[in-house]
Nanobody
Framework: QVQLVESGGGLVQAGGSLRLSCVAPGRTFRSYAMGWFRQAPGKEREFVALISWSGGNTYYADFVKGRFTVSRDNAKNTVYLQMNSLKPEDTAVYYC?????????????????WGRGTQVTVSS
């Protein structure tokens, strides 16, 4: 049915910042934990970050700790990924995903809804 919609991607110089947004179904938004994944050309999809249903808990992949911050605004049905100190290796299509289940945050198969992705390109 209704899918997630990401935005905010683009081209940025190394060391720069981008803020991604993801709009989710309104009525059921607070029933979902929200995650971010990314996929670079020729590579498998990898977990980036997760924020809990209430927004009180977050979980990050090691390679983004200290650089990326995930947050959500339930009144706007939106989750954000603030990306700072970007590196060329961060170049990928970034996907927003939603899940109603509990379990391993990095397990992509546990996510129920996905967006179509937004391209992030970091130049050196």
């Amino acid at each position: 049915q209704v899918q997630l919609v990401e935005s905010g991607g683009g081209l940025v110089q190394a060391g720069g910042s981008l803020r991604l947004s993801c709009v989710a179904p309104g009525r059921t938004f607070r029933s979902y934990a929200m995650g971010w994944f990314r996929q670079a050309p020729g590579k498998e999809r990898e977990f980036v970050a997760l924020i809990s249903w209430s927004g009180g808990n977050t979980y990050y992949a090691d390679f983004v700790k200290g650089r990326f911050t995930v947050s959500r605004d339930n009144a706007k049905n939106t989750v954000y990924l603030q990306m700072n100190s970007l590196k060329p290796e961060d170049t990928a299509v970034y996907y927003c995903a939603a899940r109603t289940t509990t379990g391993l945050p990095t397990a992509a198969e546990l996510y129920d809804l996905w967006g179509r992705g937004t391209q992030v390109t970091v130049s050196s």
